[in-house]
């Protein structure tokens, strides 16, 4: 048991430091008087003709991976090197219409986060009435609203983590960097949320005393999850405005 409570400890220091980073601006803007502020924000966007990309931070080599123990001493990992850097400079990673995928698909689970959260919340009001005809009733017809509950919970589980890590990687193809903004810190944290949370239902549908608390962490860490996507929304409207104006459709295949 010990070792799965030491996970759970680093997974809640985890979230709790990408949290508080969220709502922090980044080291490099702490020490920027408002002045500064206010003459960086008069200078004009700049324009970046359709010719004209983001460099690449990749490097035209990766060192060579620690050789393999064993029997396996005489295979090269050179052409894996060589692979993840042809697949990852492609130019088409680079383009608007591949750097449209994370937002977009970040809106639409916005949508279902939503309503996966009401559909949580109506059938616990069901599960909590009081006993009854009333709640026998209930509980049958409000068996559907568990069910979808759980399913569209973990399709919203699957999306959201494939999709924040998405974004991260295309952002890195397009510029070579991630930028240490409040909208990378709380997407980190709704990803840790996400997977906390999913950590609790097993123990939600166990008739013991560990239920209750884990039916409460489950909801507070879900609450957090629509507040923080709520927030992700707000930060990443003014990220995709630059993507639109400033990503070109199509890049060079000669383009770097």
């Known amino acids: 048991a010990a070792p799965f409570a030491e996970m759970r400890l680093s997974s809640i220091l985890i979230v709790c430091i990408s949290t508080a980073n969220a709502f922090t601006a980044p080291p490099l803007l702490s020490n920027v008087g408002a002045k500064s502020l206010a003459g960086a924000r008069s200078l004009p966007p ?125 952002t890195w193809c397009r510029t070579g960097r991630l930028f240490a903004t409040p909208h990378l810190f709380a997407g980190a944290a709704v990803a840790g949320m996400f997977a906390l949370s999913a950590a609790t239902v097993p123990f939600m549908q166990r008739q013991t005393w560990g239920a209750a608390p884990a039916r409460w962490m489950h909801m507070l860490l879900n609450f957090g999850v629509v507040g923080l996507f709520t927030w992700q929304i707000i930060t990443g409207w003014g990220i995709l405005q630059n993507v639109w104006a400033l990503v070109p459709w199509k890049i060079a295949v000669g383009a770097v």
């Open 46 to 170: 700049p324009r970046i003709r359709a010719s004209q990309t983001p460099r690449m931070g990749l490097p035209e080599t990766l060192p060579n991976l620690p050789k393999l123990p064993g029997p396996l001493a005489g295979l090269s990992m050179t052409p894996v090197n060589e692979w993840f850097l042809k697949a990852f400079a492609s130019p088409v990673l680079r383009t608007k219409a591949v750097a449209l995928i994370h937002p977009v698909a970040m809106i639409v689970l916005y949508g279902v986060c939503l309503y996966t959260a009401w559909l949580g919340l109506h059938w616990r009001s069901v599960r909590t009435m009081p006993a009854g005809d009333a709640r026998s009733n209930a509980l049958k017809a409000g068996a559907e609203s568990k069910d979808k509950h759980f399913k569209i919970g973990s399709v919203l589980l699957g999306g959201s983590v494939f999709f924040a890590i998405e974004g991260c990687i295309n």
